[in-house]
């Protein structure tokens, strides 16, 4: 979290007044020495980078519409985008990985299958 920019120039205003070296304010205001160097040279807070998404989130829900078992490297290959952009635009929309509503118990496999796939060639 950052400090707000009254409080960065209270800190170098009381510096200046009473002409305290940097470790003493700092040591005053409980900060980091290096905070009051960095403020000394710019004042002002970086801002945080918001970069814009590239997915179009309509079209993600109705890719998602279209497509309910897709899998997220293959989404991802139709928008031109990483598997991890996938991830993420799919928890801002609240879908979920899909889950396996049947154990694998519930349904078991048939013997007939199973002994074809045991005999030679």
Do not use: C
């Not at 205003?13 to 000394?40: D, G, H, M, P, Y």
């Not at 989130?57 to 899998?71: H, R, T, W």
């Not at 993420?88 to 013997?111: E, F, M, V």
Request: net charge positive; aromatic share 6%; glycine share 4%.
């Amino acid at each position: 979290m950052t400090y707000s920019t009254d409080f960065r120039k209270k800190v170098l205003k009381v510096k200046q007044e009473e002409n305290l070296t940097l470790a003493a304010v700092a040591k005053r205001f409980q900060i980091a020495i290096a905070s009051v160097v960095r403020w000394s040279k710019v004042l002002e807070a970086k801002g945080t980078r918001n970069r814009p998404t590239k997915i179009d989130m309509e079209a993600l829900k109705q890719d998602v519409a279209l497509y309910p078992d897709a899998y997220h490297y293959e989404r991802a290959a139709r928008f031109g985008i990483t598997e991890g952009g996938i991830r993420h635009a799919l928890k801002r929309l609240g879908i979920s990985r899909k889950k396996n509503t049947q154990t694998s118990q519930s349904q078991p496999r048939s013997t007939a299958s199973l002994s074809k796939q045991n005999e030679p060639l």
